[in-house]
Every structure is written in structure tokens, then in C-alpha cells.
Nanobody, 125 residues
Framework: QVQLVESGGGLVQAGGSLRLSCAAS????????MGWFRQAPGKEREFVAA????????YYIDSVKGRFTISRDNAKNTVYMQMNRVKPEDTAVYYC??????????????????WGQGTQVTVSS
């Protein structure tokens, strides 16, 4: 069982930066691939980024490439997402999720077994 707690959300102006964190419980964090998803008002939840258990592989959706960076610190059981040059369309509730396959980098929700409660990111224009 893995418990995930996101933090770092808030209100930011367009063009600004924000760093999300996701703290995980358990002693086998490096065995899990991690992902970030987001859900905007009135829209379905969508995949944003994923990182392998070792941190050596990452994957992003096109709309955030070059602006967002996913990383992890396995010693701290934490995954991060640095969000730069944010846009109003990045406004959403952001969720982190854990995949028991460390190198899978799944983009579908079904690839993840554990989810956090979400953190709100609001980008003002």
C-alpha cells in the first residue's frame, strides 16, 4: 500500500513558476514509476508526465514539454513537478499517482494503482 500526498499548488500568474511535490509512504518508493495527471473544470483527467523508478526516464505530453519537469528524490520518497512559464490552460487539480511497474511510464489512469488527493493550481491571466 502506498499513500500519496500532494502539495505546492496555489495561485500563480501566467508566465510564472510553481513546484508541486508528492510525498509517498513506504520503503520501496524506487520500485514505483510515478505520474502526474491533471483535471481541469468540466474536463476529463489527463496525463501530464511520468518518471521511472530510478528517475532515468521521463515522458511528457506535448503541451508541457519544455515548460514542466518531473523529477524524484528516492531518498525522500518524493516526486516533483517543476512548472515554468505556466499558462491559464494549465489551471487544474493536479494528482500524482504510483505505478507498481517501475519502468512502464504509463499514460493511462489504469496503469496506476495509487492516487493522491490532488492539489489545485490556478493560473491567472
Amino acid at each position: 500500500q502506498v499513500q500519496l500526498v500532494e502539495s505546492g499548488g496555489g495561485l500563480v500568474q501566467a508566465g510564472g513558476s510553481l513546484r508541486l511535490s508528492c510525498a509517498a509512504s513506504g520503503r520501496t518508493f524506487s520500485r514505483y514509476g510515478m505520474g502526474w495527471f491533471r483535471q481541469a473544470p468540466g474536463k476529463e483527467r489527463e496525463f501530464v508526465a511520468a518518471i521511472s523508478g530510478s528517475g532515468s526516464s521521463t515522458y511528457y505530453i506535448d503541451s508541457v514539454k519544455g515548460r514542466f519537469t518531473i523529477s524524484r528524490d528516492n531518498a525522500k520518497n518524493t516526486v516533483y513537478m517543476q512548472m515554468n512559464r505556466v499558462k491559464p490552460e494549465d489551471t487544474a487539480v493536479y494528482y500524482c499517482a504510483a505505478d507498481p511497474t517501475p519502468d512502464g511510464l504509463p499514460i493511462r489512469e489504469s496503469g496506476y494503482d495509487y492516487w493522491g488527493q490532488g492539489t489545485q493550481v490556478t493560473v491567472s491571466s
